[in-house]
């Protein structure tokens, strides 16, 4: 991570029809910096994320890559999107394209690489992840963690200058979770910028150089990870984290009792 | 020797009248069913809309069609019609009208049906990685809904193509009307004519949807 600010979000707000959910998010992302996002459920974690790609458009508030505002315009968001590689919690592969053209269609059709090139590309990245042997299956054929691997593949396939997480492991069944999350932890290893939302806490304090929690649409609490899991500042969040460890407390309790 | 019925079917021209017959209820269909395609992509785009009057429009409609028995809408256009109007619709005409009717309405629910089965999931990744619109209806959305429609309006075509044989009821002579018009007029010197002429129809009915229902069946594995 170096110093140079990479992403920049100032005076986010986003409403759904009178509700507001994003209410004036200010953010900087480091070049090279993991940045995770936690938070109650409804609070505005993924739609942050959906904003700063522009697939949602904020209603006020500007983001900047690169020092490069990004806008709802058509072809400058095509470009700029490009640069943002996001994947999502849903199994979000093209259900009738195999795996390899999964990954290769962007770059072929957007970036309009060389295909041979791409599918190079494509099949070492694949190698990467553990997942060459099924470049030429089709979605359905594939475990839920291969599918989740096989939509980072795609994402990292145009070479994006960062990375969104939107909750990639929430829909897995827990033995997959990591195999997906060990793929995110090289990533960040090599020196990826990325921004990624997750209820895994073991796997948020691993990863982040920096936690943001947002409740309620608005940052309440940036800190380090050791602090923010060990001294959180904010009633709130010591509230969120003491939900981790409800079940725990409740058994003993009910130990006692008995 | 007692004759067999069978022998009727190669009596004077009596089979190429029925492939004649075979050959007017595979017209009609296939005609309804060409104007049905178009009518029912254009319908089923008009059925998506948000629109509170395109969507009361679409649903009297479709309700409408769907309610009436298809020999009442044939009733409907072909005396109804002439009555009221003063126009004189032939037995073909309307029998084409009523059949594009019904196919537009039902085509159109179905491509309703596979448009809204795209999950919207779909549309986000793709625009993620940069796809302009365009190229994610090219790419993405479209060949999914043709994979999930193909086998339905395929199966579409077979019921129309069955359900034509109620245009006897309106004067048109098609297979069935052939068949019946054999049997009566050969009715003492063929008593068991019904069993042969009825089972011959019953194989030109066959062999004129298998070959249309293998296709479905293939494409429903291939793309599945």
Same mark, same amino acid.
């Given at each position: 991570?170096?110093?140079?600010?990479? !992403?920049?979000?100032?005076?986010?707000? +986003?409403?759904?029809?009178?509700?507001?959910?994003?209410?004036?998010?200010?953010?900087?992302?480091?070049?090279?910096?993991?940045? @995770?996002?936690?938070?109650?459920?409804?609070?505005? +974690?993924?739609? #942050?994320?959906?904003?700063?790609?522009?697939?949602?458009?904020?209603?006020?508030?500007?983001?900047?890559?690169?020092?490069?505002?990004?806008?709802?315009?058509?072809?400058?968001?095509?470009?700029?999107?490009?640069?943002?590689?996001? @994947?999502?919690?849903?199994?979000?592969?093209?259900?009738?394209?195999?795996? #390899?053209?999964?990954?290769?269609?962007?770059?072929?059709? @957007?970036?309009?690489?060389?295909?041979?090139?791409?599918? =190079?590309?494509?099949?070492?990245?694949?190698?990467?992840?553990?997942?060459?042997?099924?470049?030429?299956?089709?979605?359905?054929?594939?475990?839920?963690?291969?599918? =989740?691997?096989?939509?980072?593949?795609?994402?990292?396939?145009?070479?994006?200058?960062?990375?969104?997480?939107?909750?990639?492991?929430?829909? !897995?069944?827990?033995?997959?979770?990591?195999?997906?999350?060990?793929?995110?932890?090289?990533?960040?290893?090599?020196?990826?910028?990325?921004?990624?939302?997750?209820?895994?806490?073991?796997?948020?304090?691993?990863?982040?150089?920096?936690?943001?929690?947002?409740?309620?649409?608005?940052?309440?609490?940036?800190?380090?990870?050791?602090?923010?899991?060990?001294?959180?500042?904010?009633?709130?969040? +010591?509230?969120? #984290?003491?939900?981790?460890?409800?079940?725990?407390?409740?058994?003993?309790?009910?130990?006692?009792?008995? | 020797?007692? &004759?067999?019925?069978?022998?009727?079917?190669?009596?004077?021209?009596?089979?190429?009248?029925?492939?004649?017959?075979?050959?007017?209820?595979?017209?009609?269909?296939?005609?309804?069913?060409?104007?049905? %395609?178009?009518?029912?992509?254009? /319908?089923?785009?008009? *059925?998506?809309?948000?629109?509170?009057?395109?969507?009361?429009?679409?649903?009297?409609?479709? &309700?409408?069609?769907?309610?009436?028995?298809?020999?009442?809408?044939? /009733?409907?256009?072909?005396?109804?019609?002439?009555?009221?109007?003063?126009?004189?619709?032939?037995?073909?005409?309307?029998?084409?009208?009523?059949?594009?009717?019904?196919?537009?309405?039902?085509?159109?629910?179905?491509?309703?049906?596979?448009?809204?089965?795209?999950?919207?999931?779909?549309? &986000?990744?793709?625009?993620?990685?940069?796809?302009?619109?365009?190229?994610?209806?090219?790419? %993405?959305?479209?060949?999914?809904?043709?994979?999930?429609?193909?086998?339905?309006?395929?199966?579409?075509?077979?019921? *129309? %193509?069955?359900?034509?044989?109620?245009?006897?009821?309106?004067?048109?002579?098609?297979?069935?009307?052939?068949?019946?018009?054999?049997?009566?007029?050969?009715? /003492?010197?063929?008593?068991?004519?019904?069993?042969?002429?009825?089972?011959?129809?019953?194989?030109?009915?066959? /062999?004129?949807?298998?070959?249309?229902?293998?296709?479905?069946?293939?494409?429903?594995?291939?793309?599945?």
């Amino acid at each position: 991570m170096d110093s140079t600010i990479q !992403l920049q979000a100032s005076g986010i707000v +986003k409403r759904f029809g009178s509700e507001t959910v994003l209410d004036g998010i200010d953010l900087q992302v480091h070049r090279g910096e993991v940045l @995770v996002v936690l938070g109650p459920s409804g609070c505005g +974690k993924s739609t #942050l994320l959906r904003c700063l790609n522009g697939l949602e458009r904020v209603d006020s508030g500007q983001i900047a890559l690169d020092g490069e505002q990004i806008t709802a315009d058509g072809a400058h968001m095509a470009r700029m999107r490009q640069k943002i590689g996001m @994947v999502f919690q849903s199994y979000d592969l093209f259900p009738h394209k195999t795996i #390899l053209d999964n990954i290769t269609l962007a770059p072929i059709k @957007v970036q309009h690489r060389p295909r041979r090139e791409a599918e =190079q590309e494509a099949e070492e990245l694949l190698h990467r992840v553990g997942l060459w042997e099924k470049r030429d299956a089709y979605p359905r054929q594939l475990s839920g963690g291969q599918k =989740q691997r096989a939509a980072i593949v795609r994402a990292l396939c145009m070479h994006p200058e960062i990375m969104l997480f939107d909750e990639v492991t929430a829909a !897995l069944d827990p033995e997959m979770v990591r195999e997906v999350l060990d793929v995110m932890l090289e990533l960040a290893q090599q020196g990826l910028t990325m921004i990624i939302v997750t209820h895994e806490m073991q796997f948020a304090r691993a990863i982040a150089d920096r936690i943001v929690f947002l409740d309620g649409g608005r940052i309440i609490e940036e800190s380090a990870p050791e602090q923010f899991f060990t001294a959180p500042q904010t009633p709130r969040a +010591k509230e969120f #984290l003491g939900t981790f460890t409800f079940t725990k407390r409740s058994t003993e309790q009910n130990s006692v009792i008995i | 020797m007692q &004759d067999l019925g069978i022998s009727l079917l190669f009596k004077g021209s009596n089979m190429a009248r029925l492939f004649g017959g075979l050959w007017v209820t595979v017209q009609i269909s296939l005609i309804a069913v060409l104007l049905s %395609i178009p009518l029912g992509i254009l /319908f089923g785009l008009f *059925m998506t809309l948000k629109h509170p009057a395109a969507r009361l429009v679409s649903r009297v409609y479709l &309700d409408f069609i769907r309610i009436m028995p298809q020999l009442v809408l044939l /009733f409907l256009v072909y005396f109804g019609v002439t009555r009221t109007f003063g126009v004189n619709l032939s037995a073909w005409t309307s029998a084409i009208l009523v059949f594009t009717l019904w196919g537009t309405a039902e085509m159109g629910d179905l491509v309703r049906g596979a448009l809204i089965s795209i999950p919207r999931h779909q549309y &986000d990744s793709a625009e993620a990685l940069g796809l302009t619109r365009l190229q994610t209806y090219t790419y %993405i959305i479209i060949p999914q809904t043709l994979r999930r429609l193909l086998p339905l309006a395929i199966n579409l075509t077979t019921r *129309m %193509i069955k359900t034509t044989s109620l245009v006897v009821l309106i004067g048109i002579v098609e297979v069935l009307k052939v068949g019946q018009q054999i049997i009566d007029a050969n009715r /003492f010197d063929y008593p068991t004519a019904a069993l042969w002429i009825y089972g011959v129809v019953f194989f030109l009915y066959f /062999f004129a949807c298998w070959p249309i229902s293998l296709v479905s069946k293939r494409l429903e594995k291939r793309w599945r």
